[in-house]
């Protein structure tokens, strides 16, 4: 089944690959209206542009173009291609299937809608690996990671659509189209059920997480860029185990305290508090 998709069987049931060329075109143009209307709301690009100001005053070193070019190349080999952030490595692993099966599925989707060859062999089964990824990390992220199930002990099946939108948008994607494409049923409810998760995956964008994927990137590059030129995102630099920093506890007991001391609460994770 996964060598066939019923992108192909579209055309044959009316709807050519012109029209759903508009459709992707005016579903990325959803993606960045939504995104551009949640920048302003949140001002975020106002809080990075001033914070970076800010720091460039606090910064103890200059950085040269080749700096910030290697930085960069750092970021999105660690922060953005290998999820570098989660020190959890099935977390990782959660994220980078969610993450790698979303881009391969709308690549997927792309190709062949606009090489106009919903039939090609080698795309059909990157846009099912992908569903399939998409499929599978959306659904343990929701049952095993999703913060309110396992810190909190809610139930899974207890929605706040706000919050929730854009889970429940990865989740419904990856679910219509292998429904769709399993059924084989080109214009039937599963067709309309692929469109409906489309649309509130690209045209929520304003009312959920989908533009976080933005913005990360950035984020991780500025903290880089802080810590290298010294201004440290305007915190303070002096860690524990410098003497200048110990002189400054009150209480005895901190003032020669090993640096790991502390760290058995790792030992449980923070379930049902």
């Not at 396992?150 to 706000?162: K, M």
């Not at 419904?172 to 292998?178: K, N, W």
């Not at 002096?238 to 209480?251: A, F, L, N, V, Y």
Request: aromatic share 12%; with cysteine; hydrophobic share 50%.
């Amino acid at each position: 089944m996964i060598t066939n998709t019923p992108i192909a069987l579209l055309e044959q049931a009316g709807i050519s690959y012109e029209t759903m060329q508009t459709y992707v075109v005016i579903m990325v143009a959803l993606v960045i209206v939504m995104t551009v209307m949640d920048m302003l709301h949140k001002k975020s690009a106002k809080y990075f542009f001033d914070n970076a100001n800010k720091a460039k005053a606090n910064a103890t070193t200059e950085l040269s173009a080749g700096d910030k070019v290697g930085i960069a190349a750092a970021t999105i080999a660690t922060d953005v291609m290998s999820a570098g952030e989660f020190n959890n490595p099935v977390r990782r692993l959660v994220h980078l299937l969610t993450m790698y099966g979303f881009i391969l599925f709308n690549a997927a989707t792309a190709v062949m809608i606009f090489g106009a060859n919903g039939a090609d062999a080698m795309w059909t089964q990157i846009w099912h690996i992908g569903a399939i990824m998409l499929f599978v990390g959306s659904f343990w992220f929701w049952f095993c990671f999703k913060v309110d199930v396992v810190a909190e002990g809610n139930s899974p099946f207890n929605i706040d659509l706000r919050r929730d939108a854009f889970s429940l948008s990865l989740m419904a994607t990856s679910v219509s189209a292998l429904i769709w494409s399993f059924n084989g049923n080109a214009m039937g409810w599963e067709f309309a059920f692929v469109i409906l998760a489309t649309v509130s995956l690209f045209g929520g964008v304003y009312w959920s997480k989908f533009s976080h994927m933005f913005f990360k990137p950035f984020a991780a590059y500025d903290k880089r860029i802080t810590k290298a030129d010294g201004s440290a995102e305007n915190l303070p630099t002096i860690t524990r185990d410098e003497p200048e920093q110990q002189k400054r506890h009150s209480m005895e007991l901190l003032v020669d305290a090993p640096m790991d001391m502390g760290l058995g609460i790792k030992r449980e994770k923070p379930n049902h508090y």
